[in-house]
């Protein structure tokens, strides 16, 4: 069933503030190692009092905006999460082929998306603390510079060449875990096929191997991330060294003072854990941008109009079929979709239902509820009335009633507590339609998309269908059929041809 959509949520990114705690934190961390090294050297002067009270402000404030960064991490975090959430339902309106089913776990990306805020201010921090190099101009000197400059330089394409690394592995893993997933399930099919011709080890052994290189992968992939932190750690380690050695040298030369020194190794310090928090994150960084953009399409496709009519066609051509479709649909009437396989009837129906684009023409419809039933729609994991009502509070009685007058009967539907398996599994193909169509009926929608069911149903089960849609006389109805349709008095009737 779809309804109408909810009204625009606002847009949730939270970039500017995460550019703005970004550099407020760079500054700040820059300006706390100013303050430390002018309280350390007053401390080596025995300027005791002066010099403890420069630690705590340095301590302090760098304390609050590590606390005020935290903060502003959960709440852009938090909001991601319940704007994702809460659109998460309008990815149900649009169907989606095999393919595009297997592209990721959703609530994983929403974690994904969930850290994109941080990313962005451990960027920002790591290019505003950049402004640290002038800082160790003054203090340290041009050496000091031209190694600290030289070191950065060398980690970027590093960084660079890891991400790269990291991508890649994650594409090859997540097709392998896909791959893995699909086979599981056809093996798990075919599992009495497999045992009568004793070839249970053969699937087995497969599973194996798909299982095994999977694991490889992922134990290089963590290798490629170990890789490049160690290699952001030894180049901070390098770099503080050496301008350490150099300050060292000026300082007994005469040539700089002590907190000139000091400045110039904390602010080096500074420069290399900016960049070097951003470097442990940045493989981060591509799984939420590609988990955003995975989200982004989350949302079904808009209407073009919206009619006071149930649904209206003017000239619509589908993207297979050039054939042109007019017509106005109203309450109480019935339109037939027929044609050979491959004619476009589907596509035709999921394009008058706004989930595909037309090549030309408009559509328009109402935006009360719509029931779709067709061969591939999907049951739940969950009892019989879950399954049926959704969740939704219906008397059981009614619920009984549908499900008899659609020739569910015996004990498999006499329970609705009964457990059904995995999408439906025991029962058949046509108990499983006329499930879903029982479950459209009981919402009572304005209009009922079938989509050639008939061919699934037996001659006893379309008698049953046709007289349990007569008794909803206010529903339009659009059905598409190769041969034999379930309405034989529709108002309309669109005939495609190959």
Sequence with gaps: MTTAPPAASREVSFKASARLFGGLNALVSLTCALVLAVGLSHLARHQVTSGIWLLLAALTFRSLMSIAVGQWHEYASAAIRLRWRTLLPERLTRPRSERERGRGDLALAIEHAADAPLLIQLETSALVSLAGLLILMWAGGWLALTITVALLLLAAPLYRRAGRRSEAMAEEYRERRSLLEQRQLELLYHTTELRALGAVDYGANEIAAISDSEHAIAIRAIRVALGSSLVTEFLSGVSIGLVAMVVGFALLGGRISLAHALIAVLITSEIFVSVRRFGVEFHRREDAERSLAVLA?????PLSHVTTDVLVATNVATEFNDHEVTFVL????????????????TT?????LSWRVPRRGDVARTFAGIGHVSVESSLLSGTLRDNVTLGVKIDDREVTACLSSLGLIGPRFADLDTTL??????IS???RVRLVLARCLLTKPALLVLDDIAGVLDVNARLLVRDALGRYPHMAVVEATVDTPLLTSATYQIELAT
């Design 297 to 301: 399409d989350t949302t079904a496709l």
């Design 330 to 345: 109203r309450a109480g009437e019935q339109l037939v979709v027929t044609g050979p396989s491959g004619s476009g009837k």
């Design 348 to 352: 035709l129906l999921q394009t008058l």
């Design 421 to 426: 398996l995995v999408d439906g599994g025991g």
């Design 429 to 431: 193909t046509g108990e």
